[in-house]
């Protein structure tokens, strides 16, 4: 296996050789190794192993650990890669440079893995994901972690993995990974924590626990992740633990069936999805106040992305309204309140003030420093809203909300009058996302403020091949960025690329 100590497997003695030499290996780790190589052209599953390997005995995943972490040892912490919610696989083919990463934070980090589904169904996945979701979002909330945002830890989710290449790839020291077990309303939870760079296994437990007892289930796993990286993060101290957020499981189970649909909220289909599971979940429990703030969100980006007219959009305003006042201090609902109250233009001053807040509640939230960066950039708090932007996409290198971080934080160079900054980082936007109303929008403000006449023009024939009835008028109506010196660039560049009042 290129990349890793080469050995020989000798079946008639149980032997094996590496580079020549025998290593001693229990008769376990022989017998995994084996299955693994005998089936090195697919990802094998934990359960795979477990049930071929042990034989269908009753034994701990944490046995299989052990004798995967002994293997790594004896033929190279890359001989055997995780794949995230699956299992594993033997490395093959030629070894790939290591990937180039951001430096380390100055204070320990890690990314959450997804974990592999064990159940005898794949029904439940969501309740898997949403399980991972919500620790890593009480994990962020912790000042002394830096913790990488869920949307970039999925995007290894059933891929094979080198733990030291993703580490060094989003800018880690370590990593969690485990699994997930449900029997009728029984769960169990293995979890690991392993130092990135050497695969060693620093902490692994098995927690149990029932569907109803949830959210103690994840804020213990929480808790005890925290303390294994950090012995100076008291759980209590630390604040992770929380009301629960509804005591009606049935609304939680809706809300996790609605984020796949309203996270990004990719097409109308998806919003119209993800809307109708937030209002089931919120006539469960009229006072879910994590449902109506991602239904607040969800209308955000449907108009953002031009989805669903303006009208439509102002629908849910009596829900974000009342959803402000009563915010408290969750960060999730003041980010997403604050910022649907700047978007609207009728509490901009306000806006800010909530997403400010929800920074000072959860520094290290991916979703919190994208909400907050808007609303800064459209009272003229630019650097501001650029610190916040730039968190964005160090917590969420790899997800969808980088790209939006990076529009945004050009836009703000511009504002700023960094207008080259701000029209390199929106090119880059553009080629990433060329059918995106917003960032094409920004991009010909952005040419046009640098006296780049011909490359505005070309930006607003894509402009009006994305949104045909474009006015000057109507988007002086309906956009946020309501500060004088914001208008006349829109005003100017507008008229100046011959676009109609």
Not at 115 to 138: H, K, Q, R
Not at 436 to 450: C, D, E, I, S
Request: glycine share 8%; aromatic share 8%; with cysteine.
């Amino acid at each position: 296996m290129t990349g890793t100590r080469p050995f020989v497997l000798k079946h008639d003695n149980r032997e094996v050789l590496v580079d020549g030499t025998p290593v001693a290996l229990g008769a376990r780790a022989f017998d995994v190794l084996a299955y693994l190589d005998g089936h090195r052209d697919r990802v094998v599953s934990k359960a795979e192993l477990l049930e071929n390997v042990w034989g269908g005995l009753a034994v701990e995943e944490g046995n299989l650990s052990v004798q995967i972490s002994a293997l790594r040892k004896a033929l190279g912490a890359k001989a055997i890669a995780t794949v995230p919610g699956v299992g594993y696989k033997p490395v093959q083919g030629p070894e790939a440079p290591p990937p180039s990463g951001p430096a380390l934070p100055d204070k320990p980090s890690l990314i959450v893995l997804p974990f592999t589904n064990l159940s005898a169904t794949s029904e439940n996945d969501y309740l898997v994901d949403g399980l991972i979701t919500d620790i890593i979002a009480s994990l962020s909330r912790l000042s002394g972690l830096f913790v990488i945002a869920a949307a970039t830890s999925f995007r290894f989710k059933g891929q094979p993995v080198d733990l030291s290449n993703v580490a060094r790839q989003v800018g880690v020291r370590y990593a969690v990974e485990g699994s997930v077990q449900q029997a009728g309303q029984a769960l169990r939870v293995t979890v690991q924590l392993v130092e990135a760079e050497t695969a060693r296994t620093i902490w692994s437990e098995r927690f149990t626990g029932a569907t109803d007892d949830v959210f103690a289930l994840q804020d213990e796993i929480a808790a005890r992740v925290a303390g294994a990286v950090e012995p100076r993060l008291m759980f209590a101290e630390a604040g992770i633990a929380q009301a629960k957020p509804t005591e009606d499981l049935g609304a939680y189970d809706l809300v996790l069936r609605a984020l796949p649909h309203v996270y990004g909220v990719r097409t109308l289909e998806d919003f119209r999805k993800g809307i109708a599971l937030l209002d089931q979940a919120f006539a469960r429990d009229p006072g879910y106040k994590m449902a109506k703030a991602w239904k607040v969100r969800a209308y955000l980006i449907a108009r953002g992305a031009r989805m669903i007219s303006w009208e439509e959009y102002l629908e849910v305003a009596p829900l974000a309204q009342a959803l402000l006042a009563e915010a408290g201090d969750d960060p999730l609902v003041l980010a997403f309140s604050g910022q649907f109250h700047a978007f609207s233009g009728w509490g901009q001053q306000e806006g800010a003030e909530a997403v400010r807040r929800a920074q000072r509640l959860c520094p290290n939230s991916a979703l919190v420093n994208l909400a907050a960066g808007w609303p800064l950039s459209y009272i003229g708090a630019y650097d501001e809203a650029i610190g916040a932007f730039d968190a964005g996409v160090r917590l969420d290198p790899l997800g969808d909300m980088a790209i939006y971080c990076r529009m945004g934080a050009g836009y703000c160079h511009v504002l700023a009058g960094r207008v080259d900054t701000g029209v390199a980082i929106l090119e880059q936007v553009v080629a990433e996302l060329p059918s995106y109303h917003t960032g094409v929008n920004f991009l010909m403000f952005a040419y046009w403020a640098a006296g780049r006449t011909r490359d505005a023009h070309r930006m607003a024939d894509a402009l009006r091949r994305i949104v045909p009835d474009i006015t000057l008028s109507a988007a002086l109506e309906s956009t946020p960025y309501r500060q004088p010196d914001q208008r006349d660039l829109m005003k100017d560049a507008y008229r100046g690329v011959g676009l109609p009042d």
